[in-house]
T-cell receptor, first 112, second 114 residues
Framework: LAKTTQPISMDSYEGQEVNITCSHN???????ITWYQQFPSQGPRFIIQGYKTKVTNEVASLFIPADRKSSTLSLPRVSLSDTAVYYCLVGSFTGGGNKLTFGTGTQLKVEL | DSGVTQTPKHLITATGQRVTLRCSPRSGDLSVYWYQQSLDQGLQFLIQ???????AKGNILERFSAQQFPDLHSELNLSSLELGDSALYFC?????????????FGPGTRLTVL
């Protein structure tokens, strides 16, 4: 699985857009990029997954440039409840087995 | 609520003991995964089962074992417990064995070894 690098922490204010970038220079052709959110003492929650260009769902957008060596999770108009750790994961999960490798994640803190 | 249930919520035991953690996947999910989260190691994948068969193995200690039963629930057995085994243990489930990174995590079992 490709190694990922994310900022350790980020601070933001309510109502702002937050962009968290993840570097994955060794991403393989079959790899997908996935983001999870985790609140303290809770299990991680799937946010979004993409392969290339842009993916959008009801909670976030994922931007992936053409070279796919990085990706950016965009959270529009964050609120206090978005304070959590965000994990970027890269992997193909083919050939049987689907383990997720979590890095250290980005601690996002949203303030009033 | 992810639909994945785990019992017990908390477990306090002594070193050298053996415990069993239980997980029920979401209805319809065939894959079950176990993860360990400790302060110094982060979230680590332990093992995956798909429809009763072991499918992938991570950094699982030999003192730990797991199984998935015909009704698809899974149990993680931890034996000869050490202080360092204190952690949050998460179970996750997904429909397929591979091909998607979307897993649904349970609330976790907090294990404290004294």
């Amino acid at each position: 699985l490709a190694k990922t690098t994310q900022p350790i922490s980020m601070d933001s204010y309510e109502g702002q857009e937050v962009n968290i970038t993840c570097s994955h220079n060794n991403i393989a052709t079959n790899d997908y990029i996935t983001w999870y959110q985790q609140f303290p003492s809770q299990g991680p929650r799937f946010i979004i997954q993409g392969y290339k260009t842009k993916v959008t769902n009801e909670v976030a957008s994922l931007f992936i440039p053409a070279d796919r060596k990085s990706s950016t999770l965009s959270l529009p108009r964050v609120s206090l409840s978005d304070t959590a750790v965000y994990y970027c994961l890269v992997g193909s999960f083919t050939g049987g087995g689907n383990k997720l490798t979590f890095g250290t994640g980005t601690q996002l803190k949203v303030e009033l | 609520d992810s639909g994945v249930t785990q019992t017990p919520k908390h477990l306090i035991t002594a070193t050298g003991q053996r415990v069993t953690l239980r997980c029920s996947p979401r209805s319809g999910d065939l894959s079950v995964y176990w993860y360990q989260q400790s302060l110094d190691q982060g979230l680590q994948f332990l093992i995956q089962y798909y429809n009763g068969e072991e499918r992938a193995k991570g950094n699982i200690l030999e003192r730990f074992s797991a199984q998935q039963f015909p009704d698809l629930h899974s149990e993680l057995n931890l034996s000869s417990l050490e202080l360092g085994d204190s952690a949050l243990y998460f179970c996750a489930s997904s429909v397929a064995s591979a091909g998607s990174n979307e897993q649904f995590f349970g609330p976790g079992t907090r294990l404290t070894v004294l």
